[in-house]
T-cell receptor, first 116, second 111 residues
Framework: DTGVSQDPRHKITKRGQNVTFRCDPI?????LYWYRQTLGQGPEFLTY????????KSRLLSDRFSAERPKGSFSTLEIQRTEQGDSAMYLC??????????????FGQGTRLTVV | GDSVTQMEGPVTLSEEAFLTINCTYT??????LFWYVQYPGEGLQLLLK?????DKGSNKGFEATYRKETTSFHLEKGSVQVSDSAVYFC??????????FGSGTRLQVQP
């Protein structure tokens, strides 16, 4: 396993366009997280899944954002009608939650979105 | 809600200097605490962690001790190298949702 992979690594889009990012977690991990990181800030939680169920969404996740994890494996994050304020690094992480606790979260390299 | 506060950077040191990056947290209950490192152009990597009070996490010469009485988890290294130049993030996890990160501290080590 090569770890958490994200695609694309970079995306430049015009304001108002829709974009979709993909995250492939570590294969045996049942939890998958999405974070957003802007310049000079730490990652901010957006949403997370346990298997295919989306368990929580942050208030940061406006109705233009939607995330799915249809088969409990890879996940997609879609942003509709992008705005310049959406420009950020979008990070995906995965971990394994079991009865005894949660493993550490492993992060992908992120997708850098620039809205022009 | 949970929060993590860490010292602002950049921190600029000469090679072989002693490093301290301060981190304090507020949380409901007793969180696990982490330091993540982000090298230029790379993703976040776990550097070290501690899961209960008085635990000391260590890795690659870095150490941090979980201090419940001061709600702190300061990162230290006795002798930094140029290759340690990166952004360091302190984070907490209470098991309820996801990691809560500080804003990051950029470390620049000069030869």
């Amino acid at each position: 396993d090569t770890g958490v992979s994200q695609d694309p690594r970079h995306k430049i889009t015009k304001r108002g366009q829709n974009v979709t990012f993909r995250c492939d977690p570590i294969s045996e991990h049942n939890r998958l997280y999405w974070y957003r990181q802007t310049l000079g800030q730490g990652p901010e939680f957006l949403t997370y899944f346990q298997n295919e169920a989306q368990l929580e969404k942050s208030r940061l996740l406006s109705d233009r954002f939607s995330a799915e994890r249809p088969k409990g494996s890879f996940s997609t994050l879609e942003i509709q009608r992008t705005e310049q304020g959406d420009s950020a690094m979008y990070l995906c992480a995965s971990s394994h939650k079991e009865q005894g606790g949660n493993t550490e979260a492993f992060f992908g390299q992120g997708t850098r979105l620039t809205v022009v | 809600g949970d929060s993590v506060t860490q010292m602002e950077g950049p921190v600029t040191l000469s090679e072989e200097a002693f490093l301290t990056i301060n981190c304090t947290y507020t949380a409901t209950g007793y969180p696990s605490l982490f330091w993540y490192v982000q090298y230029p152009g790379e993703g976040l990597q776990l550097l070290l962690k501690a899961t209960k009070a008085d635990d000391k996490g260590s890795n690659k010469g870095f150490e941090a001790t979980y201090r419940k009485e001061t709600t702190s988890f300061h990162l230290e290294k006795g002798s930094v190298q140029v290759s340690d130049s990166a952004v360091y993030f302190c984070a907490s996890y209470t098991g309820r949702r996801a990691l809560t990160f500080g804003s990051g501290t950029r470390l620049q080590v000069q030869p």
